[in-house]
Structures are given as C-alpha cells and as structure tokens.
C-alpha cells in the first residue's frame, strides 16, 4: 500500500468511492455540501486530502491544507473514512502507512475531529490523545430509521405525538427533490427565512449552492403550505445512510400551531421511505455543560435543544478535538 495525494491522477477518484460507500460518512462532506460550507464559514484554503491504496482504496483521509496550524475541512472536523468491506489487515496496514505520514508531516497541527459514540477508540483519536490534543464532550439526538413507524412515534413525548399529527393536518407538505425541484423553490425559502430572521444571514451563493446540493440529490426539502403561502420549510442534507436537519424557517405568527413538528416529522419518515438508516437531528446542548468555543449555550440553543430532544431516539455522545 501507498499514500495516493493530491497530485496522483486517482486521487480524487478514490476519494469519491471511498465517501460513498461509507455508512458512516457524514451529508457534509459531499462535494456540493462541502462547497456550501466552504462559502458559509469563507474557507479558502487548498484541499489536502490523501487516500491510502494497494490493489484498491482502503482509508481516505479528509483534509484541507492547514492553516494557523489548525487542521479542518471545508469548515467541518476533519474525517478519516476506511472501506467498509476492508479486512482487519488491511485497515490495520493502511491506518499505519496514514499515521506515519501524519506524523512527517502534521505533527504540530491541532487536528479537529469527531469520534461518535465508539466503544473502541480509532486509531486517529489514539494519535491525537498520545500528541497532546485535548477532547471535549458534546451529545447529539439519532433516530434509529431501522424502526418502524410506529415504534418511532412511540418514542417521541407524549404531547409530540399530538404536535406532530396536528401540524401534519394543518400543512399541505410539498416534496422538493432533484426530481421535483422548480425554478424559484430555493428563492421562496430564502424569502421565508429572510422574513422569520427579520434580516438576511448569509449570501445569495450559499441558497444557490444548497439548490444544487437538492439537484445532486445530496439533499431534500420539505415545503409546507397553509392556505397556499409557504409558511414552513426545512432543508435536510442526506446521504444513501444518514440524514441531517439543515436548517428550518417557520412563520413566527403561527407558532401556536406545530408546524415544525409536523414538517420535521415529514422529513423523518421521508428519510425512512428513502432507505436511511439514521436521521441526525444535531447536537443537543444543557445548561451547565461548556461548548467547544468555551461559553455555556444561550437560551436559543437551549430551547432549540429541547425541542429536538422531543422527537426521540437515542442521545449519543461525540469526542470533539
């Protein structure tokens, strides 16, 4: 085996494979996700990724040339992806030749990454421990779409099950997928959220991007209507495995009623209909526990919080570096 980098003619080829047929591979590190995360946080530093390969690609390793010494990926922690079919030998053997190269030439970068709930710590994290890198603990709400419907919806608290069949009875939901999308779709939830943020948050490149994330079929999103005006929507990265809640805008003056409920839900069982296997509802904060930035969450986080939690599931934690 043999590190394959950037200025191998298969390198990008070998990362694609090996992305794609990961089930742990996070809706984020898909070309057209990474783009839109690239604009969001300004990144513009020069992809560094490497594969380690024999007679096939074994181990990808997810990074952009560090800057400031600080190791990422187009915004996100930096991601190390193995076969999913590799033998024992092999992952052993391509984890060594990845870690010698780290060691030449990354030892002094302060590397972000995530290790998820592993009862059996990776070799990378064990590199970080051993170099000096410090993690901090953070927890995350996963549905388990394995289940079936109506175990799920047993799981959510009680007054969600309520919530979640009376915004479903309220809003007409519309499907938006590479299939569905229409010209204008991307420019009505950029209006809506204009409208429920009281201002505009981030540039017009970064809507355009997450349309072509729904025209690669790297994403969907979910409209909801009352009295045909759009007064709910949410977009939800996925891969062939995992799906994530993006980003939601809900028409503040009716928050008497559960929409959020009722379209989120919708994209749970969209996500379940479309074969995944987890829905990732994000990270879940508590009062006293201390963010990776070192502040304690506001009340905003807090409330978003619980109002993820509700739906169910399993809270996993997660080793942030």
């Known amino acids: 085996m043999q590190i394959i980098d950037r200025q191998h003619p298969r390198c990008d080829e070998y990362l694609a494979e090996l992305k794609q047929g990961s089930r742990l591979m996070s809706p984020f590190y898909q ?20 594969c380690v390969a024999g007679k096939r690609p074994v181990l ?15 915004g996100q922690p930096t991601a190390v992806v193995f ?12 984890w060594k030749i990845a870690q010698n190269y780290l060691q030449k030439n990354f030892a002094e970068v ?14 990378f994290t064990q590199w970080l421990l051993n170099k000096g890198q410090s993690p901090g603990v953070l927890f995350r709400q996963h549905l388990n779409l394995e289940q079936s419907e109506e175990s799920l919806l047993a ?17 007409s939901v ?30 017009k490149m970064s809507w355009s991007l997450q349309e072509e994330m729904i025209r690669q079929s790297e994403a969907f999103a979910l409209y909801g209507y009352l009295n045909n005006e759009l007064v709910a929507a949410g977009l939800f990265p996925h891969t062939r495995y995992r799906c994530y809640y993006g980003v ?57 919080s619980h109002f993820k939690s509700g739906f169910g599931g399993a809270l996993v934690s997660v080793l942030r570096f």
């Open 31 to 50: 070309e057209k996700n990474l783009a839109y995360y690239r604009e969001y946080f300004q990144c513009t530093a020069e992809d560094a990724s490497f």
């Open 60 to 74: 990808a390793f997810l990074m952009d040339a560090p800057t400031a010494r600080m190791g990422q990926y187009g």
């Open 83 to 94: 076969r999913e079919d590799a033998t024992e030998a092999e992952a052993i053997e391509a």
């Open 110 to 123: 302060e590397f972000q990454f995530e290790e998820i709930n592993s009862e059996t710590l990776s070799g």
């Open 155 to 171: 799981k959510c608290r009680k007054i969600y099950r309520a919530n979640i069949r009376k915004g479903q009875e309220a809003l």
């Open 174 to 203: 519309r499907l938006i997928n590479h299939d569905t999308i229409e010209t204008g779709d991307i420019e009505a939830f950029r209006q809506l959220h204009i409208r429920v943020a009281g201002k505009e948050t981030r540039s």
């Open 248 to 304: 939601g805008a809900y028409d503040r003056t009716l928050f008497d009623q559960p929409l959020s409920h009722g379209l989120v839900w919708s994209a749970v069982m969209q996500a379940k209909k479309q074969g995944c296997q987890w829905f990732d509802l994000g990270d879940i904060f508590f009062s006293h526990m201390v963010k990776a930035d070192g502040t304690l969450p506001t009340e905003k986080e807090l409330t978003i």
